[in-house]
């Protein structure tokens, strides 16, 4: 997930870091800890590798001090905002076969893109990009699944008007979960632009919202640690 999974996808965004969606069961952290020592990586700041934070929301910060990993960050996550359980997300990866021969399981691009609506605002220039690269690289070859996924996730009102003047059907069926599409139907991109800005601030506040307890924790943590380090 994250940068890297962009990349992948499309949505060319340079990045020394890495995001990993995990499954937090005991036997697969143990393994997890195992590739870290490998890595020489260690935490930073908090909190510690455990499933207790991350079946919480949290993210685990480390930074690798191997030779050939020196100064990259990975970002290890189990559970997000907006996002299914980690069953599903696995259920539904994509894999990609690097030039090496290397698999590498990545969040399918439906559930990357939900992953981004963060309160961030480099991930939503990301996730018009994200889309944008996939409605191009199959506007040829639509089917059910990706005309859902155009019509629920486009984010540019030239291209959400075009997209719904291709699948009028489709687009008036999902009006009902995304109000914008009435418009785009319609074919008036100036209303189009000021409903995705409402979306947009919508999702950046679930996102405060979520994060707010979390936020708490980790401070309290801070504290407990520098206490401790007196």
């Known amino acids: ?21 995990v499954f937090a069961s005991p036997g697969n952290l143990d393994r997890l800890k195992a590739a870290l020592d490998d890595l020489d990586a260690v ?13 919480r929301g949290h993210a685990v910060h480390f930074r690798c001090r191997h030779p050939e990993a020196e100064g990259m960050r990975l970002d290890v996550m189990s559970k997000f905002r907006g996002v299914d359980p ?11 076969r690097l030039d090496d ?20 605002d480099k991930d939503w220039p990301m996730i018009r990009r994200l889309v944008e690269a996939h409605y191009d690289r199959f506007f040829g070859e639509p089917n059910d699944a ?26 008036v069926d999902l ?3 995304r109000p ?10 100036e209303p189009i632009a000021h409903l995705l800005a409402d979306e947009e601030a919508h999702e950046r506040e679930l996102d405060r919202t979520y994060w707010a307890p979390l936020r708490k924790e980790l401070e309290a943590l801070r504290k407990q640690r520098r206490h401790r380090a007196r």
């Open 180 to 189: 914008v599409l009435t418009s785009a139907v319609e074919g008036e991109e």
């Open 43 to 55: 935490v930073v700041a908090v909190p510690p590798l455990d499933a207790e934070y991350l079946e």
């Open 1 to 21: 997930m994250g940068g890297q999974a962009c990349i992948l996808y499309g949505a060319a965004e340079f990045s020394r870091d890495a995001d990993l969606a």
């Open 101 to 120: 021969g290397f698999e590498l399981d990545v969040l399918s691009l439906p559930d990357l893109v939900a992953s981004k609506k963060t309160q961030r």
């Open 146 to 171: 990706r005309i859902r996924f155009w019509l629920q996730e486009l984010r540019t009102p030239e291209l959400l008007v075009e997209c719904a003047s291709r699948f009028p059907g489709a687009a």
């Open 86 to 96: 980690f069953a599903a997300l696995w259920e539904r990866r994509t894999t990609f």
């Open 175 to 177: 009006a009902g979960e």
